[in-house]
C-alpha cells in the first residue's frame, strides 16, 4: 500500500544484498512511520513478542525470514534451526500462522542435503510465504468487494458502513489485509464506503494502526470507542461487519482480537452480517472446538492500566487506573460459527462450517 505516495509492504528484504530484513515499526505509528531492521533470528522473535510486528499474516512472514536469518546466521545447521523454530513459535500463541509459516520452513529445509541449499531455500520460502500472502490478500479483497457491492446496490449508492475491530488491514499482514481488502477494492472502483473503527484497548491497534491506514488510503472512516458498535448496529447504521482472525478452526469457530465476541453478539441481534476474511494460512487444520482448543495469549496487566499518546513530540504513557489495581489483560476471545455469517477467504466466500470450509478447501478433507 501507498505510504507518503511511495509503495511499502510491511516486511521487505534489504535491496544493496546485505541480508538484512526491514520491517515497518509499528509500535511508533500513527505519530512515526520509522523502518527497522533484522539481521538475527533473535531480532526477529523480539519484533513479534514486542509487537512491531503483529498481526496473525505479518507475525507468519516474519517467523519465515526468522527462519531465514537463522539459516544463514548458523550455516545452516539443522539442530540450530530446531532451536530457532522453537524460539519464533514461542513468541506468541495464538495466531496460527507462525507455527504454519516456521513449519513450512522445516519440511522445506528438511528437503535440503548441504548447508548451503539449506540457507537458499529457507530465504525462497520467506519469500514465497510474503508473495504468497500479499496475493491472497489480494484476492480475499476481490471476492469481499462482491459483498459490498451488493449492499451499495441495494443501498441505492449510499455509503456502505462497515464495522471492524482491530486491525487486519494491511499492516496485519504483508500488504492489502484481509479485513480491510474488501475495503480498499470497493473503495479504489468508486463504491461509498465508511468504516467504523473500533479503537481496541489495550493496545489500541484500531485507533493507532487501522486509522491511518484507512486515513492514508482515503477511506472515510469514524474512530469509535469499543463499547459503541452495539449502539449503532441498533440504529441500523452498520451496514456490515468485517473482521479478521488470528486463528479459526475447521469448523469454523473464529479467534480474533478481544472484543469482538461481544460485536458478533450484537450484530446477530440486530441482523447485522458479520464476516471474517482469512487466508487459508488461518485456518486451524487439525482443531474442531475453538472455545477449549485455541490458546488465549494473556499479556501483562499494565497494557490495560496505561494509555499513551502524543504529547509535545514524543509519545508519552500515562497511568489511568489506580497504581495498586490487578488488571486481567486477555488478547483474544473466540467467537462461536453460529455468529458468523461467512467467511472471505482468497477461493472465495463460504458459509462458517466445516462442510462449506472444506467446500472451498477439498485438499484438507
Ligand atoms: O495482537 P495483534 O495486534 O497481533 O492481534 C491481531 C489483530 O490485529 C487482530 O486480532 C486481527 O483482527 C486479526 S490478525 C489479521
Known amino acids: 500500500m501507498l505510504v507518503h505516495g511511495q509503495h511499502y509492504r510491511t516486511i521487505w528484504e534489504n535491496e544493496n544484498g546485505s541480508g538484512a530484513v526491514h520491517i515497518i515499526d509499528q509500535c511508533q505509528l500513527p505519530h512515526r512511520f520509522e523502518i527497522a531492521t533484522l539481521t538475527t533470528v533473535a531480532e526477529a522473535a523480539e519484533a513479534i513478542r514486542g509487537m512491531r510486528v503483529r498481526g496473525a499474516g505479518l507475525i507468519g512472514a516474519t517467523a519465515a525470514y526468522g527462519m531465514a536469518l537463522a539459516a544463514r546466521e548458523f550455516g545452516g545447521d539443522p539442530a540450530a534451526l530446531a532451536g530457532a523454530a522453537s524460539m519464533l513459535t514461542a513468541t506468541r500463541p495464538t495466531a496460527v500462522n507462525l507455527a504454519w509459516a516456521v513449519n513450512r520452513q522445516l519440511a522445506a529445509i528438511a528437503g535440503a542435503a548441504e548447508p548451503a541449499a539449506r540457507i537458499a531455500i529457507a530465504w525462497q520460502t520467506a519469500r514465497g510465504i510474503a508473495d504468497e500472502d500479499a496475493a491472497w490478500c489480494r484476492l480475499i479483497g476481490r471476492h469481499g468487494l462482491a459483498l459490498i457491492e451488493q449492499i451499495s446496490r441495494e443501498k441505492g449508492g449510499a455509503p456502505v458502513n462497515v464495522l471492524t475491530h482491530c486491525n487486519a488491514g494491511w499492516l496485519a499482514f504483508v500488504d492489502y489485509g484481509s479485513a480491510t481488502a474488501p475495503i480498499y477494492a470497493a473503495h479504489d472502483v468508486g463504491i461509498a464506503v465508511h468504516v467504523w473503527v473500533d479503537e481496541t484497548r489495550p493496545r489500541s491497534q484500531g485507533a493507532k494502526l487501522t486509522a491511518w491506514e484507512l486515513g492514508g488510503h482515503g477511506v472515510p472512516h469514524t ?117 458468523v455469517t461467512g467467511f472471505i477467504t482468497e477461493r472465495g466466500c463460504c458459509a462458517a462450517n466445516e462442510e462449506a470450509i472444506i467446500g472451498l478447501f477439498p485438499e484438507r478433507a
Open 223 to 339: 474512530l469509535i470507542a469499543d463499547n459503541t458498535g452495539g449502539h449503532l448496529m441498533q440504529h441500523g447504521m452498520v451496514d456490515l461487519v468485517i473482521v479478521g482472525t488470528d486463528r479459526t478452526t475447521r469448523t469454523g469457530d473464529v479467534a480474533n482480537k478481544i472484543g469482538t465476541y461481544l460485536k458478533a453478539l450484537a450484530a446477530m441481534d440486530n441482523g447485522v452480517p458479520f464476516y471474517v476474511a482469512l487466508p487459508s494460512s488461518s485456518f486451524d487444520w487439525e482443531m474442531r472446538d475453538g472455545l477449549r482448543g485455541i490458546p488465549i495469549e494473556q499479556r501483562g496487566g499494565d497494557e490495560v492500566k496505561h494509555a499513551d499518546g502524543w504529547v509535545d513530540g514524543r509519545v508519552v504513557e500515562v497511568l489511568v487506573a489506580p497504581a495498586a489495581t490487578p488488571a486481567a489483560n486477555y488478547g483474544f476471545d473466540v467467537t462461536p460459527a453460529r455468529l
